[in-house]
């Protein structure tokens, strides 16, 4: 009889946070609805938070970085933070990956706004946060312990399908669809010491974080920052937070400005956590079939047993050719800008122009996805929002492996509809800037690469 083993991976793992919450008053204006420029309370800090993962002092480290931010106007803005932290840490760039939350009440972070109301902070106040982050990953290095993370999945009912058709309106809107498939699906990582300290936990969900409207005028990681207080209040250490591939998934309760519907949605995404990590195994124990008790019929028994666990690591980058759809210049749309004076109507347009100015002019655009094998875990991350069916897929392949998929990652390009989604009006397939099939092509490719990666590696224990 087989015995019950969790995806782990045994090394050096460090964990560490400091706040990055910017000043009052910097240019925040993440929806075109908005009628405000700038923040002017905290609801929560915001936090960067780093994972390093390494099999031994003399091997290069995995570095993941988690930062309470929204997501990249422009390429040049991500590349001012990554390509520095390369740069000073001088590490091989498919070993670094920074993940964005994704909240919607978080500060510009583009550097092409700083014309705007409060825009003249953002440049100091993105200086401070790369340097931030470079101590951050420093000592999350420097204070690495020998220990294991092990994964578990567990089901959370926060995510809803956010693509709703209206009748009365005759179109799809951003909403909530209770008879549309949502992936209640969550992975839960639990990083152990070998002496049995409690260093961290790591949560990767696909949800947008948009429980906070455009009325709001507040910086706030939006329910991410509630989930994690609940889950380090419960189970120590510190707790890590990365959005898994939600383009289609949202709360229901979303887009308010009752600061508490964003903290109630973080409690039920961190109760869900809690309940995850109640049924794992002791990370670096398997569960065994020790002997057969006769009774009123014959009772199984199971015991905890230590495991061998592998330490393996590995990172690739991974290019895929995927096609654009026809899209107009960047000339093009800065002459409706300049014939427009509708508030909300500019805004679109800006973002238009800044979606065009990172995917080019060609006809199809090279997108990079960076891989990484760490132990039994496979983490892809990912410079766009796709929708869940690539982390389904990916999940339905490697069963025996923890899957998780990360959403803008290392840049952001636009959204990943399936491609039976491009027939229908719906907003994310409007919004794209690629073609129908482009998530197949993404799919594909990230599935090969991955089965190449585990071919290479330390193969499963059986």
Known sequence: ??????????????????????????????????????????????????????????????????????????????????GYLIEQLQIDPARLVIALTHTHSGPSISLEDTDKPGGNVIRPYMQLMRDTVLRTIREASKSAKSGT???????????????????????????????????????????VSDEGETIGTVVNYACHPTSIGWESRVISPDYVGAMRELVEANSGGICMFLQGAAGEMAPRDQFSNDLEVADRNGRELGYAVLSALESMVAPGYRA??????????????????????????????HTVEVPLKPMPTVAEIEQKLALSDDREMIERLRREREVRHTVGHEETVRFPIWLWVAGDTLILGCPAEPYTLLQRHLRLHFVDRAVCVINIANGWFGYLPPRELYDKEIPTVHQTP?????????????LGQFERLCKTNTPLVK
């Open 149 to 191: 993370l092990a994964w578990t999945y567990g089901r959370c009912r926060l995510a809803k399908n956010r693509d709703q058709f209206v009748p009365e309106l005759g179109k799809y809107i951003n909403g909530f669809d209770e008879r549309s498939p949502a992936d209640p699906v969550l992975l839960v990582g639990k990083i």
């Open 434 to 446: 690629f073609a129908k099939g482009s998530l197949e092509f993404l799919i594909h490719g990230s």
């Open 1 to 82: 009889m087989p015995d019950y083993r969790q995806p782990s991976f045994h090394g050096l793992i460090g964990i560490a946070r400091e706040e990055i919450t910017p000043p009052i008053g910097i240019y925040a204006r993440n929806w075109a609805a908005s009628e405000h420029d700038v923040a002017d309370d905290v609801h929560r800090p915001l936090t960067a938070t780093v994972l390093t993962l390494q099999a031994s002092r003399n091997t290069e480290p995995l570095v993941l970085i988690s930062l309470d931010l929204g997501w990249w106007r422009r390429k040049e803005d991500e590349w001012f933070i990554r």
């Open 288 to 317: 065994t079939h020790s002997k057969t008790i006769e009774s009123a019929s014959s009772l199984g028994i199971w015991e905890h047993a230590p495991d061998h666990v592998a330490s393996n690591t590995e990172a690739t980058i």
